[in-house]
């Protein structure tokens, strides 16, 4: 019996462009959606799957009529997090150095998720604000060198 939640193998018996449809025995099938074959952005589906391959997925629903919602995505192993401050001062850290699906957070809400972001946000931006007004200063004082 399947289960959501459980991690199986299976097989592509069919692709299309809204996902791919996976044999995972038992006479059972589930559609792995095209927004949970990758972490990554899916441009064709073909690049990630084609007809024939075996593929690791996890159940992620089973709506009343028995269809069965599979994810690639969920089934991989999580990737290490990349750091959060670089080391050796190698400059800024940009959204493309973050792995943004690999979460410790993944049981909190979508509100609590949230929260902690506009935390994190306003903390960087009040590090970048003392930087700039550190730097506008120059180490020196202008003073008044006009007289009236």
Known sequence: MVSVGSILEGKVVSVMPFGAFVDIGNKQSGLVHISELSSRYVKDIND??????TVKVKVIKIDESGKISLSMKQAEEKKERAPRHRQENKGPIRPAD??????????????DKLSKFKQDSDEKMQTLRRNNDSKRSGGYSRKNTHSF
Do not use: H, P, T
């Open 48 to 53: 990630c799957v084609k007809k024939g391959d």
């Open 98 to 111: 973050i792995d943004w699906s690999a979460s410790s957070s993944d049981s909190l809400s979508f509100e």
